[in-house]
């Protein structure tokens, strides 16, 4: 029982400074669950935290064997979590800073709404002609996240948005047909550009290459990426690393002026769409 009148020892001592600190680690510990919960990283992340919950009990039964096995492997095993959780951590912090600046750029925004509508509506019917005939297509809406290290793959068009040229690049004998187009500011700034691929080997069978690295892309950054399938036809986006399908031309452009003209803060309201997965290459 002389562990127990230790450890009982320490709460004779509490302060105020105590509590805040006690406060501000229980909402950092919620936010990094509440971010990591729906990840691949997740049952990861549940794994290092039982391993920590058993190092506490070896500190409190005083195993010292076990206690210093654990306590050399969170020591060292640190540097290899946070690689580990790389993609997590950037992810995180990328949208803090988003999230930290947003409310200063609402304001201006709001008063450069109609070009990104214009071409909303124009991208819009862009899709739904690829969509008619089955050719596939990969677009990424670049928002807060700058893509720079993604438009170093592809080719540089910086031209004016304009449904033509959209369905030309992805004209099945065009060279960058293949590629992923990224629109900056209302702009075709690139296209034939590599994403990297969603990693989750339980979905690996059921989606295709567009679609994954639609996914991809979305975990990695706040972009909004489109997907047409070419072996359906279904139009699909993907946010945050999850994927909406089945929609028409009406809720796709809705989406997309939640995302990109309300700045997201609708993002979180259900368009009834049923989901259906497919495959496509």
């Known amino acids: 029982m002389e562990w127990f009148f230790r450890y009982l020892s320490h709460f004779t001592r509490f302060t105020i400074f105590d509590a805040i600190d006690i406060i501000f680690l229980t909402v950092i510990l919620f936010w990094v669950y509440h971010f990591i919960k729906e990840r691949r990283a997740s049952k990861l992340a549940l794994g290092v935290g ?65 070009p990104t509508n214009a071409m909303i509506d124009e991208f819009a019917e862009a899709v739904f002609d690829l969509a008619k005939t089955k050719t ?27 449904s033509t040229l959209l369905k030309s690049i992805f004209f099945n004998k065009a060279p960058l047909h293949d590629g992923a187009v990224v629109i900056r500011a209302n702009r075709i700034h690139s296209a034939g550009c590599l994403l990297p691929l969603e990693s989750n080997r339980e979905i690996f069978t059921e989606l295709g290459t567009r679609h994954r690295a639609a996914i991809g892309i979305s975990e990695i950054s706040d972009c909004v990426s489109v997907v047409v399938s070419e072996e359906t036809g279904i139009v699909s986006i993907a946010h945050e690393g999850k994927l909406f399908r089945n929609f028409t031309k009406a809720t796709m452009k809705k989406k997309l002026q939640e995302y990109l003209v309300q700045n997201g803060q609708d993002s979180k309201k259900k368009i009834n769409s049923k989901v259906k997965i497919d495959s496509d290459n």
């Open 50 to 114: 039982i391993l920590f919950v058993f190092l506490i009990i070896c500190e409190v039964l005083n195993l010292r064997a076990m206690r210093f096995l654990l306590s050399n492997f969170f020591q060292v095993g640190i540097v290899l979590i946070a690689l580990i959780f790389q993609p997590e951590i950037r992810s995180a912090l990328e949208k803090m800073g988003d999230n930290s600046i947003r409310g200063f750029r609402h304001i201006s925004e709001q008063k450069n709404n109609t």
């Open 136 to 162: 596939g297509a990969l677009i990424v809406f670049e928002r807060n996240t700058k893509l720079g290290e993604i438009i170093l793959t592809g080719t540089i068009v910086n031209a004016q948005f304009s």
